[in-house]
Nanobody, 116 residues
Framework: VQLKESGGGLVQPGGSLRLSCAAS????????MSWYRQAPGKERELVAGIRRADGGIEYGDAVKGRFTIDRDNAQNMVYLEMNLLKPDDTAVYYC??????????WGQGTQVTVSS
């Protein structure tokens, strides 16, 4: 099982980034997929999640209206489009998979730094 994030980096305030997560080793379509983030000294928090079946989506309050999550079940990919980035968005972003039961997988994370 592997979740591999990519697309992180350094961006100026107001800029955009698109994160990607490539999944392998499990039945991707059977899992809810999410992005979490963790900033230094803070707890890990949900950024956005997308359900397996109807594609229902939820966002953390801090990112509503700025971030968009999407998934491609044919390619086993999940994406996070991040716009209007703020310094408070600086964190390590993690890809997360959950089968609605006991199976949970995490990626290694990708660093996003928003700074001028």
């Amino acid at each position: 099982v592997q979740l591999k994030e990519s697309g992180g980096g350094l961006v100026q305030p107001g800029g955009s980034l698109r994160l990607s997560c490539a999944a392998s080793g499990f039945v991707f379509s059977g899992y809810a997929m999410s992005w979490y983030r963790q900033a230094p000294g803070k707890e890990r928090e949900l950024v956005a999640g997308i359900r397996r079946a109807d594609g229902g989506i939820e966002y953390g309050d801090a990112v509503k209206g700025r971030f968009t999550i999407d998934r491609d079940n044919a390619q086993n990919m999940v994406y996070l489009e991040m716009n209007l980035l703020k310094p408070d968005d600086t964190a390590v972003y993690y890809c997360h998979a959950w089968n609605y039961g006991q199976l949970v997988y995490w990626g290694q994370g990708t660093q996003v730094t928003v700074s001028s």
